[in-house]
């Protein structure tokens, strides 16, 4: 694997260099946060070990940038900063696994080659399409048959998730979770009603349905059968 290893104190660098080199890896160090940022965006490495404490940039703000601009490369805090709440803030900033330095070299290998094994996260698709219908999630439009559609917020959202599960049928009760962030059952029409509106705007001016009814279940969307 191409392993960067983001690490400010020499010795400490240079051992996690040589060992995992000698593992049959291809590890790279670099002592700078900002440098590591621009390496790691632009090159694709396997793993990155990364020490919170460095210079120009900390490793906490190094992976959020990472993560914010859509690296996903797994990577493992190496650090001496050890308390609950420093792991607990490590891996909501984005990281894959904590190591507490003093360490032991051969459970940071164990723990790089699990990140290794871990198959490569898929980017979430921005571009969702049934039939002649296209959801722009980039762009938020809505087209079908080349026409465009204009929707309400709510009813973006609806259409986002109900085409996400294209061909399976999505509960009201998923709806109002998913949609509404509804946890209980406003006993209202409101799933009904927001239905309505959008089956009026992407199937009422076309000739074949896409939105469908599953009666006392849901509601699907698929291509005509």
Not at 165 to 187: A, Q, S
């Amino acid at each position: 694997m191409r392993i960067l290893i983001i690490e400010d104190d020499r010795r400490t660098s240079e051992y996690v260099v040589k060992g995992l080199s000698e593992a049959g890896h291809l590890a790279e160090a670099l002592a700078d946060g900002r440098d590591a940022l621009v390496h790691a965006t632009h090159t694709p490495y396997d793993v990155l070990v990364v020490d919170r404490m460095l210079p120009g940039l900390d490793g906490l703000s190094l992976v959020r940038a990472l993560r914010a601009a859509g690296v996903q490369t797994p990577a493992i805090f190496l650090t001496s900063i050890g308390g609950v709440n420093d792991r607990v803030d490590g891996l909501e900033a984005g990281g894959d696994d904590y190591l507490v330095k003093p360490f032991a070299f051969s459970e940071l290998l164990a723990r790089v080659n699990a990140l290794g094994r871990r198959p490569a996260v898929q980017a979430e698709k921005t571009l969702l399409r049934v039939a002649d219908l296209e959801l722009d999630l980039a762009r938020r439009t809505v087209r079908r048959a080349g026409q465009k559609i204009e929707l309400q917020p709510r009813e973006f959202t609806l259409l986002e998730v109900l085409m996400r599960n294209e061909g399976r049928v999505v509960t009201r009760t998923m709806l109002l979770e998913r949609v509404w962030d509804f946890h209980f059952d406003p006993k209202t029409s409101v799933v009904e009603t927001h239905i309505s509106r959008l089956r009026s705007k992407i199937d009422k001016p076309f000739e074949v349905p896409l939105l469908h009814t599953v009666r006392s279940t849901g509601y699907s969307i698929h291509a005509p059968l």
